[in-house]
Nanobody
Framework: QVQLVESGGGLVQAGGSLRLSCAAS????????MGWYRQAPGKQRELVAG???????NYADSVKGRFTISKDNAKNTVYLQMNSLKPEDTAVYYC??????????????WGQGTQVTVSS
């Protein structure tokens, strides 16, 4: 079973920065896409940013220019650098990773979630 361990959430004032990390482990042979999602109270979970195996990235319009997604292939870890945080960025942030364990076994795993709270 592929496990994801997230870290880096917390409380920050508007305009501040946080860096989230998500480390994947558990017999992974190939990672296809790593991404960050978030869910605010009363809202649906939404994609924040994603990065492919080749390094291509995509971002939600609301975070473009403020957030940066990156990865360390050797560590199977994905990061989300969040700058110029706004109160509307407050949410639980979830890491998602999909790929292969073997030629015949795919996986799509979620992290436990980490709370990000931005005060005004």
């Amino acid at each position: 079973q592929v496990q994801l361990v997230e870290s880096g959430g917390g409380l920050v004032q508007a305009g501040g920065s946080l860096r989230l990390s998500c480390a994947a482990s558990g017999g992974i042979s190939w990672i296809n896409v790593m991404g960050w999602y978030r869910q605010a109270p009363g809202k649906q979970r939404e994609l924040v940013a994603g990065i492919t195996s080749g390094g291509s990235t995509n971002y939600a319009d609301s975070v473009k220019g403020r957030f940066t997604i990156s990865k360390d292939n050797a560590k199977n870890t994905v990061y989300l650098q969040m700058n110029s945080l706004k109160p509307e960025d407050t949410a639980v942030y979830y890491c998602n990773v999909n790929g292969q364990k073997t030629v015949f076994t795919n996986f799509d795993s979620w992290g436990q979630g980490t709370q990000v709270t931005v005060s005004s």
